[in-house]
């Protein structure tokens, strides 16, 4: 489902999505309002990306958006009037959302806004990042609960991790050779560009 959202007093304004020709929407997913989908995306069965309350939400080319994962938001306005605390500044532009390139939210991940997940990251599956970013390259493992953080790049989050405080956060470890996860979402944005392409082509 692909439709725009209702005028509020939180949202001023009825927008569409814009989602580029080369991303595959699964009929059984949900995509409203305030809502920017870049190249080669693909949003599988039962995911929901939802810019009817913060807004924009914004996801960057070659990444996925499982199944069942959850992107929506905070309210960002209140009558026409920006909430400035429940924005999050990416290259000079503000956004409820932003999700980089090459970025994989695996199954019922939540990336609840403000939030930023950067470029080459890979979240797992049912982890939540709400009031937090998440930099680029690093590998959120399932599980883990991210929460008014920043996670510094090319770090990992141990499975079922909780990270609440900045402290914690810069303990985390960094991703070495060695570690196990480290090419896990090359494979993941292969398969998934791949679904989108295909699955576009058999419409």
């Given at each position: 489902?692909?439709?725009?959202?209702?005028k509020?007093?939180?949202?001023?304004a009825?927008y569409?999505?814009?989602?580029?020709?080369?991303?595959?929407?699964h009929?059984?997913?949900?995509?409203?309002?305030h809502?920017?989908?870049?190249?080669n995306i693909?949003?599988?069965?039962?995911?929901?990306?939802?810019?009817?309350?913060?807004?924009?939400?914004?996801?960057?080319?070659?990444?996925n958006?499982?199944?069942?994962?959850?992107i929506?938001?905070?309210?960002?306005?209140?009558e026409?009037n920006?909430i400035?605390?429940?924005?999050?500044?990416?290259?000079?532009?503000?956004?409820?959302?932003?999700?980089?390139?090459?970025?994989?939210?695996?199954?019922?991940a939540?990336?609840?806004?403000?939030?930023?997940?950067?470029?080459?990251?890979?979240?797992?599956?049912?982890?939540?990042?709400f009031r937090?970013?998440?930099?680029?390259?690093c590998?959120v493992?399932?599980?883990?609960?991210?929460?008014?953080?920043?996670?510094?790049?090319?770090?990992?989050?141990?499975?079922?991790s909780?990270?609440?405080?900045?402290?914690?956060?810069?303990?985390?470890?960094?991703?070495t050779?060695?570690?196990?996860?480290?090419?896990?979402?090359?494979?993941?944005?292969?398969?998934?560009?791949?679904l989108?392409?295909?699955?576009?082509?058999s419409?």
């Open positions: 489902m692909i439709e725009k959202n209702v509020t007093d939180f949202v001023s009825v569409e999505p814009v989602i580029d020709p080369s991303t595959y929407v009929p059984l997913a949900a995509v409203i309002g809502v920017i989908l870049g190249k693909m949003v599988a069965p039962f995911a929901a990306v939802r810019g009817d309350e913060g807004h924009p939400i914004f996801v960057g080319d070659n990444s958006i499982q199944d069942g994962v959850v929506h938001a905070l309210e960002t306005e209140k026409g920006p400035e605390q429940n924005l999050i500044t990416i290259d000079g532009e503000k956004y409820a959302v932003y999700v980089g390139k090459n970025v994989s939210c695996a199954h019922q939540q990336i609840h806004g403000p939030a930023a997940v950067l470029d080459g990251t890979f979240i797992g599956m049912k982890s939540l990042v937090s970013i998440v930099e680029e390259n590998v493992e399932p599980g883990c609960i991210l929460v008014g953080v920043r996670v510094a790049a090319r770090r990992y989050v141990p499975a079922g909780v990270v609440t405080n900045q402290e914690a956060a810069d303990r985390l470890p960094m991703i050779e060695d570690y196990p996860l480290k090419s896990l979402n090359k494979g993941v944005l292969h398969v998934n560009t791949t989108a392409r295909e699955y576009l082509k419409k």
